[in-house]
């Protein structure tokens, strides 16, 4: 919403709001004239008692729409001059100087301005104003913040008010209203709180108030730990629906086909600069239409890849099974080919892929804790392409026949089966996956030449750690390794993580070679 809509809503509302108070002369110049301290000073007064034009000369401060004729301040409205308290007309003269602005009394006007947007009629405002005070209340608010608790009717907005008023009263002179706020701050769930909490802490003299600030303190640090286990928790099933996404294909083409293919990342990267070229096309013809690019996105990226997987396995890979060192080889020459391939059409340089407007933001479900959209949506896409593929494997004809050539070839093509066809439905089918990846890993990071290179060896420790050719597998090895990584992060930092991953990886193979899930039976 532009600034001036909101303007003339804020001053709407406190005309409603029906006032005594009134912006005086002197106290317009206060506010735009003087030293720092005092204009601050000056700010925080005229707070606690602002009408409607004391509002839309703070406002009008805040956008530079403020000149000084002399000492006199003029609001510059449509580029004509007008007095801020009868707004009348005045002339403006050339030599008007604008009204200085440090970043600290910008962040004081933006602090003051989301104080009185606490009575807007709009509760995501309110919301928003609550926000912005979190850690800069004190008070000289507390007026305003207690005449919008008063008359606030949602119920979490009035739960943050309440902790907001708590926090201002935390500076209060008097014990009781300290050990009040102290006792009510125990109940939040915000890492500003904490902060403010422990600064409190360390000035504070009276006993029976340190004892409800350590109490209060104790619990909000129990809330936040809990919201960090949360939220490392969050972080691995995300970390692992992409290695699910990128190891899902590989699970194909390594795990049933048995080819070891050192260009799956590169798969990967041809999925991405697809969602990259969509998103251009979008942006140069269907402007309108841009927040549903990363729907036909999708398909484009899944059979760009699949195309180049098909390619690549009647062009070579078909010469080559049952040769797995000399697959190995020549699919690493091809994924360095591709890269260089890359950089020849877009460049060397990563290139930016933007998340549609409904994958901006998160849900907040706690202070520290915010789930994004974007990384919701990826756990999302991971399952439907999941349930996708076992279904495709399990129950359709061309899985069928994957399943049948992958057990026993040469009885298979005694049935009829065109094994050499499956092999290239199958190779495409990985690769396709891989580039649905791709499209996946766009919304979360920079597309570059290089954006396969830093998950095939993970999607490699997938599928064997999962069991080779056991989609189930996959699944667990994906989320646990995902989940794993992230709480480790969290105590060893992101190398010394990978590093015990590793071993335990190595460990694990070790005693159980097969994987999470071995093959039983004829299959095996």
């Known amino acids: 919403m532009p600034k001036r ?65 002399g000492e006199t301040p003029v609001l510059v409205v449509d580029g004509q001059g007008q007095d801020p308290v009868t707004g009348a007309p005045v002339a ?101 709180t904490k902060t403010l909490l422990v600064e409190r802490l360390q000035v504070e003299t009276d006993g029976s108030v340190k004892a409800a600030l350590h109490k209060s ?46 260009a799956h990342g ?28 990363l729907l036909a996105s999708v398909p484009v990226a899944f ?27 020549a699919t690493w020459g091809i994924s360095l080919m591709l890269m260089q391939l890359v950089r020849t059409i877009f460049g060397a340089q990563n290139v930016g892929v933007e998340n549609p407007r409904w994958m901006s933001g998160g849900v907040q479900l706690m202070g520290n804790l915010s789930l994004p959209y ?22 359709t004809r061309l899985g069928l026949f994957v399943r049948g050539v992958t057990q026993n070839r040469p009885i298979a093509s005694c049935m009829g089966v065109n094994t050499a066809r499956i092999d290239t439905y199958a190779f495409a089918l990985g690769s396709g996956i891989a580039g649905l990846a791709g499209c996946a890993l766009s919304q979360v990071g920079n597309v570059g030449p290089d954006l396969g290179q830093g998950y095939i060896v993970d999607s490699f420790m997938v599928v064997v750690l999962g069991g080779v050719g056991q989609l189930a597998g996959t699944v667990y090895a994906a989320m646990g390794l995902g989940v794993l990584n992230k709480f480790l992060e969290g105590w060893t930092g992101a190398v010394l993580a990978k590093i015990a991953v590793l071993v335990f990886i190595i460990i694990f193979i070790q005693k159980r070679p097969q994987g999470i899930f071995a093959m039983k039976g004829r299959e095996a």
């Open 5 to 69: 809509i909101i303007h003339v809503l804020l001053i709407a509302m406190f005309c409603i709001a029906g006032r005594a108070y009134a912006l005086s002369a002197a106290e317009a110049k206060s506010l735009a004239v003087g030293e720092g301290d005092a204009r601050i000073e000056a700010l925080r007064a005229a707070v606690s008692h602002a009408d409607a034009k004391t509002l839309a000369f703070i406002q009008a401060l805040s956008d530079d729409a403020v000149k000084l004729v």
């Open 92 to 192: 403006l003269p050339e030599t008007a100087e604008d009204v200085m602005n440090n970043n600290r009394m910008r962040g004081e006007l933006d602090t003051a301005l989301a104080a009185l947007k606490l009575l807007s009629a709009d509760a995501q405002v309110r919301r928003d104003a609550v926000k912005t005070l979190r850690g800069e209340v004190d008070e000289s608010k507390l007026p305003l913040i207690e005449q919008a608790l008063a008359a606030e009717t949602v119920a979490d907005i009035k739960d943050q008010l309440g902790l907001l008023r708590a926090a201002a009263l935390l500076g209060s002179t008097e014990i009781a209203k300290r050990l009040e706020a102290a006792q009510a701050l125990g109940e939040s769930t915000q890492a500003a």
């Open 217 to 262: 303190l104790s619990a909000v640090e129990s809330r936040l730990a809990w919201g960090d286990r949360l939220g490392a928790l969050f972080s691995g099933i995300s970390l692992g629906s992409i290695l699910l996404l990128v190891a899902l294909g590989l699970a194909i083409t390594y795990g049933l086909m048995g080819v070891i293919n050192m």
């Open 266 to 293: 590169e798969l990967m990267m041809i999925g991405a600069y697809a969602t990259y070229v969509v998103q251009g096309l979008f942006q140069k013809y269907l402007p309108g239409a841009f927040d549903w690019y």
């Open 303 to 329: 059979a760009t890849s699949a195309l180049v997987g098909a390619a690549l396995e009647r062009s070579v890979i078909r010469f080559l099974y049952g040769r797995p060192l000399e697959t190995l080889l």
């Open 374 to 395: 974007n990384r919701l949506v990826i756990v999302g896409f991971a399952i439907a392409v999941l349930v996708g593929v076992w279904f495709l494997i399990e129950k």
